[in-house]
Every structure is written in structure tokens, then in C-alpha cells.
């Protein structure tokens, strides 16, 4: 089981207040509330009574900034699958940035700058691509791969999801990557007898 799922993503740079604001909205949705907040609000914690917390903060630079989201495998399990999804989605959805993903704790779908502009580098549970990352396939390559949902939204752009569980088993990550020509990039472990990496496949 992983120890959390993360959300991760690039896109214009926010003014804090929206950043707050919005993702307040969010988690007020779900029934969590603003416990703590730090950096002048771009660093929040959202939880509730017998809960762990989910934690969200806010990156700016000069012409991109981004948002990172943790939720704990324990957080995960509390809340359950369908809610963190929706927290997700909403984040997205408030921020409209470029790219959003969902990530691991060994940074397995944290999103690379050049992914931007350039080719995506990996497929995860979850992700968000604009109307211009959806124009590089087009609506029916993308509803023609094979993901568990594909949600295309009235502004061209759309959500993505695998099959399984973000902390336990994803399923079909090899297969959609495949369908839309992505090139995964290279899960690696070391041979516990010589040392040397080894090439794992992604599933």
C-alpha cells in the first residue's frame, strides 16, 4: 500500500486568495474545514473531527505556479475513494491550470515543466488536461482509450481516471499510455544480489 496520494499541478499563477478561497470551497463541499493555515494562507490543512488531515499548498513563480495536494493513505481510506476523486476534480476545476496529475510518494506522475509544451511523460489514477493538452489527440482518441472514465467538460477539458486504487492496484496504465503514444518513464529497482538497476514494466 502507498503511503498517500498527491495531487500535483502547473498552470497560470494564482493570486492567493483564489487559490484559498477556492479550494476552502472544496473542501467545505466535502464536509472538511480549514484547520491551520501557513505562508500567508498559501500552505492549508483541512480536516475534520477523527479525521487526518488533507493538506494543499501553493507555489507561485513569474509565469507558472503550482498546487500540491497530499492525502495519507490512512486520510485516503477515511474519506474514501469517490471523495478524494471529488477533491480532486474540484481543485482542477477552481484552478484550471494546464496539467493535473495525481502522484506517489516515490514522485511517479509529479508533473515536469517541460510537459507543458512538450509530451506527457506519465498516465496516473488521476488527470486533468486544458482544452490545448486535449487538442494535441482530440476528443475521440481520448474517449477511444482505454482509461476507466474519461469526462470531457464544456470547456474542451477533461478529466481522466484509471482503474483501481491510488494507494493499492492501478490497472491499465501500460494500455492508455499505449493508445495515446505516451512514452512511461522508466520504473527502475536495484538487484538486491549485484546491485545493478533493473527495469521493472509498468502495469
Known amino acids: ?10 498552470g497560470p499563477t494564482y493570486p492567493p486568495e483564489r487559490l484559498g478561497s477556492g479550494i476552502d470551497g472544496v473542501a467545505a463541499s466535502e464536509g472538511l474545514a480549514l484547520v491551520s ?3 500567508e494562507g498559501a500552505e492549508r ?10 493538506s494543499f499548498y501553493h507555489e507561485a513563480q513569474r509565469e507558472n505556479s503550482q498546487v500540491w495536494g497530499i492525502v495519507t493513505a490512512d486520510g485516503f481510506m477515511a474519506l474514501g475513494q469517490e471523495t478524494v476523486a ?8 477552481t484552478l484550471q491550470p494546464t496539467l493535473a496529475r495525481s502522484f506517489d510518494e516515490l514522485a511517479h ?3 515536469k515543466m517541460s510537459e507543458l509544451g512538450g509530451d506527457l511523460e506519465f498516465v496516473d489514477w488521476f488527470q486533468y488536461l486544458s482544452p490545448a493538452i486535449v487538442a494535441r ?31 493499492d492496484v492501478l490497472t491499465g496504465r501500460r494500455a492508455a499510455a499505449d493508445a ?15 546491485g545493478e538497476p533493473v527495469i521493472i514494466p509498468w502495469s
Open 86 to 93: 471529488r477533491i480532486f476534480t474540484g481543485v482542477a476545476s
Open 137 to 167: 489527440w482530440g476528443v475521440d482518441a481520448l474517449r477511444d482509450a482505454p482509461f476507466a472514465s474519461v469526462d470531457i467538460l464544456t470547456s474542451g477539458a477533461c478529466y481522466l481516471w484509471l482503474r483501481g486504487s491510488p494507494i
Open 180 to 194: 495515446l503514444g505516451i512514452t512511461l518513464r522508466q520504473l527502475t529497482a536495484k538487484n538486491p544480489k549485484t
Open 1 to 10: 500500500m502507498r503511503d498517500f496520494v498527491g495531487f500535483h499541478s502547473w
Open 37 to 39: 493555515q501557513k505562508r
Open 109 to 111: 506522475g509529479v508533473i
Open 45 to 54: 490543512e483541512y480536516g475534520r473531527e477523527g479525521l487526518p488531515t488533507v
